[in-house]
Every structure is written in C-alpha cells, then in structure tokens.
C-alpha cells in the first residue's frame, strides 16, 4: 500500500491515543491460562492484534472481537498443543503463547515467531527461562518444540543476562499456574509488564513485585477477568514528535497517563518543545526554532528505542548537532540509507548517530522498512513538502487509525497507484 502525506502550514487539533500494541499483545495470550472468560477492553484494531486473535482462533479459543466497542472477549475451554498457523511467523508476540499455553499442555510445538526484523533478534533468554522452569526444547529457525520434564525443586530463579521485556512477560505468564516459587531477577519494569501482572493478580495469580526482583509464588488455576488495556505510550510519543516537526503547531493528545511519559517530556522540552498537562490531556507546542540533543535509549524510564528513529527525523531541524545512541538495539537505523541517499546529514560510526542540522530536505518516494521506521517517514514529510510512502501497511501493524489520526491535525494523506 503506497500512500502519499503531504504537510500542512501548522499541525493543529486533537488526537486521541489508543490501548497499548505490546501491552495487549501479552494479555491476549494470558486469557489461555484460564477456561474461563477473559474480556479485554480498549483493544486497538490493527493488524498486529488481528494476527494475535487469529493464534488464539487457531488454537482453539471461542473469539469476539468488536472493532467500534474496542472489546475482546476470548475463552479457552479447550487448547491447542500444535501452532502452526501463519500469523505466528508474522508477529513477534506469538511467543507469549508458549508460556500461557505449556502449563496447560505437557507438550507444544509452535512456529517460530516473526516480527519487525530490523536487527537480529534471538530468543535465547526466553528459552533459557523455559529450560530453567523445566522444560527440555528443541528449536530450529522454522519450529520450538517445547516438553515438560519433572523437576524437584520447589523453588526457580532466573537471572537474565539483559533486562528484557519479552522474557520476563514469558516467564511471568509461564511461572504463575505452576507449583513453583519462581524469582525473577534483572527483570524489566516496563509498563508492559506491570499491566501483565496486574491483570493475572487480578485473575487470581500471586506475584509480587519486589526492588531487585520479581516473586511468583504458583497458585493451582486462574479465573477470568475484565481489564481495560492502557494508553499506548510509544504512540502518543510518536505523535509528541510528529507534533513538534512543524513551527508554531499545536496538538492536543488524549488518554494519557503523562507519569509514563516524563523521559520523552524531558527530552522535547530541553529541545524547547512546550509540552503542559491537564489531567489525561498533553498539550504540545512547537517553537520556532529547535535545540539539538544527545541521547541515549535505555530500558524503561529512560528514553525508549521505539522512538529513537523517529526523533531522529525531528533532529535534522534542530540548530547544531545531535546524537542518539541506542543501546538496546543500535542497528535500528532502517532509514538511515534513504536519508542518506537524498544527501541529508546523517552519519553513523559505531553505535553513534550523529545528526547535523540539514536546511533543505525534499525527499520524494521512501519505503517503510520496519514500524517505527515508516512512522519516522511521515514525520520526514512534514519536513519535506510531501512524501510518497510505500509498504505503509507496516505503519498501520502498530498505529490504530493512522490515516484518520493525521487528518485530524491538517496533514493530508491520499492513497496512491
Ligand atoms: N534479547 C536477547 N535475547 C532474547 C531477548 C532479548 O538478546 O531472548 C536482547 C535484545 O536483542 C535487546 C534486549 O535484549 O537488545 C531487550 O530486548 P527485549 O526482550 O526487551 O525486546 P522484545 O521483548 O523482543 C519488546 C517490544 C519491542 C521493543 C522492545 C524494547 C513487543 C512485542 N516488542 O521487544 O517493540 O522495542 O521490547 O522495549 O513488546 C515495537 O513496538 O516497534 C517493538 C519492536
């Protein structure tokens, strides 16, 4: 799908933010712990979350999902011990099912999971927290297979090398119907998985939360819950930079919690980006000129790599130069070719990005290599006085709405041939 964003004057209006895409992803699998009845609310409708109904379909779950409502009921009566199906290879969050389905199985086989290939991404942790919780596996680049050995030990402590979000949810979800006590240390405490934990507290699991670690202690069943997904962070600061790439715009965003958001906050205010709050409403202002910055991406509350491509863009119209190391995964850099090729003034040595002030940009054609890349491609037309953006069906895997959302603050978006 190629579309083509042309900017406008000034960016002004309101847009308003949806349920998160890696919280939900998560707390769908989560329903299979139980036989009961898991209604999730705020569910966003994109492509990413349909792939994740359509694994839990396959795998035998009774599904209603209503777009307009944003509701999400699933029950697991029965499951599934094979997932073969073809989504489980299109996202990365089919994995959650391994640690919701093998406490109820003895034995799973499933595909191995795909998503945004932007750098080599390898599941090792997770299988590490999987052979320390008792599981023998086999796994190749197509298929895991995953069976349950008896282990003696009442209680389990996993160690990650790296605080990681995808393996401490796995491990979480994997631990809490087991007969363990199971403890997490270097975990990551993004919002993500506090919401994970939240939720499966709520459906009857004991975990607590702890300064230097995380404690399960494994209860025999889990009942259903109704819980309402939380705003998507990374969109809203998606949409906090958009909103600063044009001077003198104003864009108001909606659903916000702002406590998660202070690290992005501090960042477009020390690049003179005025940014107030009332109550869940952020209202971000954009000045005429921009500072430059030097950041560095880190794990939850420090600057997230979800939007270190996409402030990248915003940096090419601050005064001076900038940097941006990401240490979580620095060959996220997707982009970096096209802007390089229509000579604009980006340079990466190492791990460091190093971003010059570039006064004349015009690109014309791009293609989103990967989410928050192409999101970074729309932020690059406002800088440009169009863009035409190809493959941006990758876009909309991650952002709810896209086109609508951007024609509520004046930009114009057509589909193109
Ligand atoms: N890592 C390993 N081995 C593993 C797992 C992770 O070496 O088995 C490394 C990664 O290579 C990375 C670091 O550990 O250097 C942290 O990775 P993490 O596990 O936290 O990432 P993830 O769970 O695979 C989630 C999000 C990503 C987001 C990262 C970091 C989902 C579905 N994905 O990925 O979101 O970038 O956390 O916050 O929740 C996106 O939304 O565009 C996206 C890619």
């Given at each position: 799908m190629k579309v083509k964003i042309t900017k406008p004057n000034t960016l002004k209006g309101t847009i308003s933010i949806s349920g998160s895409k890696n919280t939900v992803l998560p707390l769908i699998a989560c329903a299979a712990l139980t036989k009961e009845e898991v209604i999730l609310k705020n569910v966003p409708s994109i492509t990413d979350v349909m792939n994740m109904i359509k694994i839990a379909s396959y795998a035998n779950a009774v599904v209603d999902y209503n777009p307009k409502t944003k509701e999400l009921k699933l029950?697991?009566?029965?499951?599934?011990?094979?997932?073969l199906c073809e989504e489980t290879t299109k996202i990365r969050a089919s994995y959650y099912f391994i640690g919701s389905i093998l406490p109820r199985k003895k034995k799973l086989i499933i595909n191995y999971?795909?998503?945004?290939?932007?750098?080599?991404?390898?599941?090792?942790?997770?299988?590490?927290?999987?052979?320390t919780l008792g599981y023998k596996i086999f796994e190749n680049r197509e298929k895991i297979y995953l069976k349950k050995k008896n282990i003696k030990s009442k209680k389990i402590i996993i160690k990650f090398p790296k605080q990681t979000v995808g393996a401490t949810i796995n491990t979480i979800i994997a631990s809490v119907t087991s007969n363990k006590i199971v403890e997490i240390y270097n975990y990551a405490s993004e919002p993500d998985v506090l919401s994970v934990i939240e939720m499966l507290n709520l459906m009857g699991a004991n975990i607590l939360v702890r300064d230097e670690k995380i404690k399960i202690f494994g209860v025999k069943k889990l009942h259903g819950v109704t819980y309402e997904v939380p705003f998507d962070r990374i969109e809203a600061g998606s949409y906090m930079i958009l909103a600063s790439s044009i001077p003198r715009s104003k864009v108001i965003l909606q659903n916000i919690d702002s406590s998660q958001l202070t690290k992005i906050i501090e960042v477009l205010k020390n690049m003179n980006v005025k940014i107030s709050c009332q109550k869940t409403n952020l209202i971000i202002e954009s000045p005429d000129e921009l500072k430059p910055i030097n950041i560095k991406t880190g794990t939850y509350p420090d600057f997230p790599t979800d939007l270190q491509q996409i402030l990248l863009i915003l940096l090419l119209k601050a005064k001076g130069k900038s940097t941006i190391i990401d240490t979580i995964y620095p060959d996220r850099i997707s982009q970096i070719k096209l802007l390089q090729e229509n000579n604009i003034n980006v340079y990466v040595e190492n791990n460091?990005?190093?971003?010059?002030?570039?006064?004349?940009?015009?690109?014309?054609?791009?293609?989103?290599?990967?989410?928050?890349?192409?999101?970074?491609?729309?932020?690059?037309?406002?800088?440009?006085?169009?863009?035409?953006?190809?493959?941006?069906?990758?876009?909309?895997?991650?952002?709810?709405?896209?086109?609508?959302?951007?024609?509520?603050?004046?930009?114009?978006?057509e589909k193109e041939n």
């Open positions: 029950q697991f009566k029965k499951i599934k011990n094979k997932i999971p795909g998503g945004c290939n932007f750098s080599l991404r390898p599941i090792d942790y997770h299988i590490y927290a999987f052979k460091l990005i190093t971003i010059e002030e570039t006064k004349q940009i015009f690109v014309k054609e791009g293609e989103a290599l990967d989410l928050r890349g192409g999101f970074s491609l729309v932020v690059l037309a406002m800088l440009s006085s169009y863009l035409i953006i190809d493959k941006f069906e990758i876009v909309k895997r991650g952002y709810e709405d896209i086109e609508n959302k951007l024609k509520k603050i004046q930009i114009t978006i």
